[in-house]
């Protein structure tokens, strides 16, 4: 009982602590609001998490996980078209943010951004997860008849563009700036390539 208890706790302070992070970023948020979202000391906290730093790289993890897991193999789908497994993704991607509310964060994307708030273990996990994102939906495009080096292209700029979507979403234009800039993210997949 005590050890899934604990376990119970660790993961609460973790989803607690993603509301924040994700959204307010990492140097807006204290351990102090967590434990009032949670109702909880700041002993149980530091007790999984002995710093903030340490919270913010098992969430980080955890995120990263979580994206590589339920999403990423949405790319490789055998039943569906790669235009189905791109939308489908990038589906997955706006549902995410929007359940956010208006002002949005991306894991990833704060990582990406704070790098003197983040490990270099937690960049060598979103250089990665960016780069297996490219390269599967590089991949879709190929398989669209693209070429690769045109899939590549438009991979890189896909994914530049929807993290740029979410920076300008959290500066001002909210899930529906973001869903404009996605809009246009969407038109140039949906492209047919030159025959």
């Known amino acids: 009982m005590g050890y899934a208890k604990g376990l119970q706790t660790r993961e609460e302070i973790l989803d ?11 140097a807006a948020s204290s351990f102090s609001e967590i434990t009032a979202a949670l109702g909880i000391s700041l002993g149980k906290i530091t007790h999984h998490f002995p710093s903030k730093a340490a919270l913010f790289e098992a969430l980080f993890e955890q995120a990263v996980a979580h994206f590589r897991r339920e999403t990423l193999p949405i ?3 055998p039943e569906l078209t790669p235009l189905q497994r791109i939308e489908r993704v990038f589906f997955r991607i706006e549902t995410f943010y929007a359940a956010q509310g208006e002002i949005i964060g991306c894991p990833v994307g704060q990582t990406m951004v704070d790098p003197m708030a983040t490990t270099v273990a937690m960049r060598g996990l979103a ?19 693209w070429s690769p080096a045109q899939a590549a292209s438009r991979a890189a ?11 300008i979403a959290r500066g001002g234009g909210g899930v529906d700036g973001f869903r404009r800039i996605l809009g246009h993210v969407r038109t140039l997949l949906a ?5």
């Open 191 to 195: 492209e047919e390539p030159p025959r």
């Open 127 to 145: 250089t990665s997860l960016l780069g297996d994102i490219e390269r599967l939906l590089a991949r879709n495009l190929i398989e669209m008849g």
């Open 75 to 77: 790319f490789e789908a």
């Open 157 to 167: 700029i896909v994914t530049a563009a929807w993290q740029g979507a979410v920076l």
């Open 16 to 26: 607690a602590a993603g509301r924040l992070i994700f959204v307010r970023g990492y």
